[in-house]
C-alpha cells in the first residue's frame, strides 16, 4: 500500500477502518460487512460515509504524546501477561479491535477481534493455554508504523504488537504480526 493510503487509513476509528476495507477494498456488500462487524446495515453504512470524509480531510484526527504512548505499552505488557482483565479494561477502548497475521505458518486468530471483551477473551485464553508461561525471552518498546508497540521474541521467533491510541489515549487498535516471512528484517 502506498503511505498517502496507510495516512488515509490512520484517520478512521477502528470500526470505520475494517468497514472501509470490507467494503471498499475487499469489495463486500453491505450486509457481508454487517454480518463481520456484527453491525447493522445502516450503522455500516454510515460508518464508510464517515471514513470517506476522513480520507477527504487532510488533518491528523489527534495525537498522542509519545512519553504517555510508551507509558501505554508498557502498561498493556505488564496487563498481557499476566491476562489482569481489570487493567486491560481500563486500557482498551469499549470499541478496541485487535487484528493478527500469522500468514499461515504461526498461530493467530482468524478473523477481527472487536470488541473490548472480545479481546480480552483471547488474551485470557492465550494466558491460559501457556499455564501462565508466555515464553517470552524478551521484550523491547519500539515504534512501529508510527505506533508505539512491543517487539517480543518468543520460542518460535519474533512477533510485533503495534498499539493505535485512541482519542482518550486508550488502545484502540491492537494488529499483532507473528508472519515470519513479514519478520525476517526484524531480529
Known amino acids: 500500500m502506498s503511505v498517502a493510503y496507510l495516512l488515509a487509513l490512520e484517520r478512521h476509528s477502528p470500526l470505520e477502518r475494517a ?3 470490507l467494503h471498499d477494498v475487499f469489495d463486500q456488500d453491505y450486509a ?14 454510515q460508518l464508510a460515509s464517515r471514513a470517506r470524509e476522513h480520507v477527504q480531510d487532510a488533518r491528523p484526527r489527534f495525537s498522542v504524546d509519545q512519553e504517555k504512548a510508551m507509558k501505554l505499552v508498557t502498561a498493556f505488557a505488564m496487563a498481557s501477561q499476566t491476562a ?6 481500563e486500557l ?12 499461515g505458518k504461526r498461530t493467530a486468530a482468524l478473523r477481527v477481534l472487536v470488541g473490548r ?4 477473551g483471547l488474551i485470557q485464553g492465550i494466558v ?18 508510527g505506533y508505539p508497540g512491543l517487539l517480543i521474541e518468543v520460542a518460535d521467533g519474533p512477533e510485533t504488537f503495534a498499539l ?22 526484524v531480529l
Not at 32 to 45: I, M
Not at 84 to 89: E, G, P
Not at 92 to 103: M, N, Y
Open 92 to 103: 482498551l477502548t469499549e470499541d478496541a479491535i485487535l487484528v493478527s497475521d500469522g500468514g
Open 164 to 185: 493505535e491510541p485512541g482519542e482518550d489515549g486508550r488502545i484502540a487498535a491492537i494488529y499483532v504480526m507473528r508472519n515470519p516471512d513479514k519478520l525476517r528484517h
Open 117 to 120: 471483551d472480545d479481546v480480552i
Open 32 to 45: 457481508e460487512v454487517a454480518g463481520t462487524l456484527d453491525r447493522s446495515e445502516a450503522a455500516v453504512r
Open 128 to 145: 491460559w493455554r501457556q499455564g501462565g508461561d508466555m515464553g517470552v525471552k524478551s521484550a523491547q518498546a519500539v515504534r512501529i508504523n
Open 84 to 89: 489482569d482483565v481489570s487493567a486491560l479494561c
Open 19 to 21: 468497514d472501509f476495507l
